[in-house]
Structures are given as C-alpha cells and as structure tokens.
T-cell receptor
Framework: GDSVTQMEGPVTLSEEAFLTINCTYTATGYPSLFWYVQYPGEGLQLLLKATKADDKGSNKGFEATYRKETTSFHLEKGSVQVSDSAVYFCALLSGGSYIPTFGRGTSLIVHP | GAGVSQSPSNKVTEKGKDVELRCDPISGHTALYWYRQSLGQGLEFLIYFQGNSAPDKSGLPSDRFSAERTGGSVSTLTIQRTQQEDSAVYLC???????????????FGPGTRLTVL
C-alpha cells in the first residue's frame, strides 16, 4: 500500500537558517504530492503541491520538487523565520485512491 | 469565501456520555473527511464521504463511532459512550473531489478538541 516517510523531529533551527525536511514515499502509479502545515492550535493548511514528476511546488519561500527517480518530495526554505515554527506534513494521493496518505509530521522550531 | 468550519471548538465530557461533532465543508466540495489527531501524533483517518454516501468507513475505531452527511453538505461525527482514549482533536477536511489529479487538495477545519474526563 501507499506510505509516506518523514524525518523525525523536532527540527530546531536559528532564524535565517536553511531548512530541509525530508519526505520519501511509496505509491502505485503517479500520485499527487502535498506539503501541509499546521500552526499551533489550528487545522492543517495546504502549503504546496505537485501533481507530476519534476514539478516544483512553491509558496511563501518554501519549495519542493517531485522526484520520481528517488520517490522524494523534500521541503526546503532558504531562510526560516520564527513564524515558520509549526508541524509540517507530507502527503500523497494516488490516482486510484480517494484517501490521502499522510506522513507522521515533522515539528519545526525556529529560535530568534 | 468561508472555509471549513467545525463546532464546537472545544468539548469536555464525562466518560460514558455521547458527543456530536459538526463539520461545515466549503460549499460545492463533494468529498468530506474526518480525521483524529492525538497529542503529538499524526493524522488517523476515520471516514470519507463522497456526496452523502460513505464509501470508506474503514478507519472508524469501533462501533461507538458513526458519522452521517446530509444534503451533500454538513456532516456530524457521533461518539457514543465516550472513553478517555477518545480524547483527541477531531479534524474535518473537504475537497472539490476525491480522486487523484488537480483540485484534490484538502481544506481543513480548525478542529474540535475533545476531552473525556
């Protein structure tokens, strides 16, 4: 079945540091890939997505590239801010499925 | 436009009581999902609706849990005879449609925090 593996957290960084959160997946066919972010006390919200190989999703300075050859969708940001502190979830939706598969989430803590 | 709304935002109940959690999806979204998020855990899928029907109830943890959706819109998740292990945040999400491809991203509500004493 489908699965998503994210790096364990928490990830602790200083402001303006470079961020990478790794995400790899197993799926049949060609899934759509997503990153969601959950700020404290809130529901998840879509951060970015990619629907086919080599697509790059980007939003708010975050980027992730759909790498079919390595089955990865790593999240990156060049310079994090304190306001980026949140939990980040990688997810996929296979073409033949109706239920997204989520990773366990990675907590990011950014210190001033 | 309005996003997904959930009510109540917080619910404290006594063990053994029944609770109802409500979700109002984005207008026009045909797919609706319920998830459970326990403290420090990821998302646990509970149930999925396509229109008013629930093709997949596989995630409901026991027969104390049930859900319905009426008019292709509002959904209610009911937990009967609540137990302490039911304490969690219950998240609702909707999407334009459910299958893979563009337009299938989920929009989440803020959640209902359920505490069973």
């Amino acid at each position: 079945g489908d699965s998503v593996t994210q790096m364990e957290g928490p990830v602790t960084l200083s402001e303006e540091a470079f961020l990478t959160i790794n995400c790899t997946y197993t799926a049949t066919g060609y899934p759509s890939l997503f990153w969601y972010v959950q700020y404290p006390g809130e529901g998840l919200q879509l951060l970015l997505k990619a629907t086919k190989a080599d697509d790059k999703g980007s939003n708010k300075g975050f980027e992730a590239t759909y790498r079919k050859e390595t089955t990865s969708f790593h999240l990156e940001k060049g310079s994090v801010q304190v306001s980026d502190s949140a939990v980040y979830f990688c997810a996929l939706l296979s073409g033949g499925s109706y239920i997204p598969t989520f990773g366990r989430g990675t907590s990011l803590i950014v210190h001033p | 436009g309005a996003g997904v709304s959930q009510s109540p935002s917080n619910k404290v109940t006594e063990k053994g009581k029944d609770v109802e959690l409500r979700c109002d999806p984005i207008s026009g979204h045909t797919a609706l999902y319920w998830y459970r998020q326990s403290l420090g855990q990821g998302l646990e899928f509970l149930i999925y609706f396509q229109g008013n029907s629930a093709p997949d109830k596989s995630g409901l943890p026991s027969d104390r849990f049930s859900a319905e959706r009426t008019g292709g819109s509002v959904s209610t998740l009911t937990i009967q005879r609540t137990q302490q292990e039911d304490s969690a945040v219950y998240l609702c999400a909707s999407s334009l449609w459910a299958s893979g491809g563009a337009g299938n991203e989920q929009f989440f509500g803020p959640g209902t925090r359920l505490t069973v004493l």
